[in-house]
């Protein structure tokens, strides 16, 4: 169980942008600037936030659990115990990050096809992602996060 953990950590924590701290509740959390995209617990249990047009749309196609404690926030839960649970844990996270990653990407178009194409999303979720595309791109200073 905790090799899958640390695989994860490993893997979210080389993602551009994020930075790892321990959680209030115990395990590790990742935020990108002050956004969390999710957290860990011992045990395998992965939290990750989603609006609720996303969360909602998870959960219909079961690909995760409503939030254990909080369950009628926009709270995911899901369970790490294989490496093909491992995979979809990442990817689960990844969809988080991503809707943070495209308020500041230099070229937010572009990281958005990018990771429909890597993640293989479906066009429900390519269209509930779509929404966070700014109305104008943001050509400021801000780091491309279309390398990650």
């Known amino acids: ?16 942008g994020i930075s790892v701290h ?10 990108l600037g002050n956004a969390e995209v999710g957290h860990m617990h011992e045990g395998g249990i992965v939290d990750v936030p989603f609006p609720r047009s996303i969360h909602d749309a998870l959960l219909a196609d079961g690909l995760a659990e ?3 404690w909080v369950p009628n926030s926009g709270w995911i839960t899901f369970r790490v115990r294989s490496e093909d649970d491992l995979k979809h844990a990442l990817w689960l996270m990844r969809l988080s990050y991503i809707r943070y990653a495209l308020k500041t990407a230099a070229d937010p178009r572009g990281l958005l096809e990018q990771e429909t194409e890597e993640l293989h999303l479906s066009p429900q979720f390519r269209s509930l992602l779509e929404k ?3 109305k104008t791109a943001n050509h400021s200073a801000t780091k491309s996060l279309s390398a990650a």
């Open 22 to 31: 321990l959680h209030r509740f115990g395990g590790r959390e990742f935020l």
């Open 66 to 68: 409503g939030h254990r």
């Open 1 to 16: 169980m905790m090799g899958y953990l640390k695989k994860l950590e490993d893997e979210i924590s080389a993602w551009p």
């Open 132 to 134: 966070f595309v700014p």
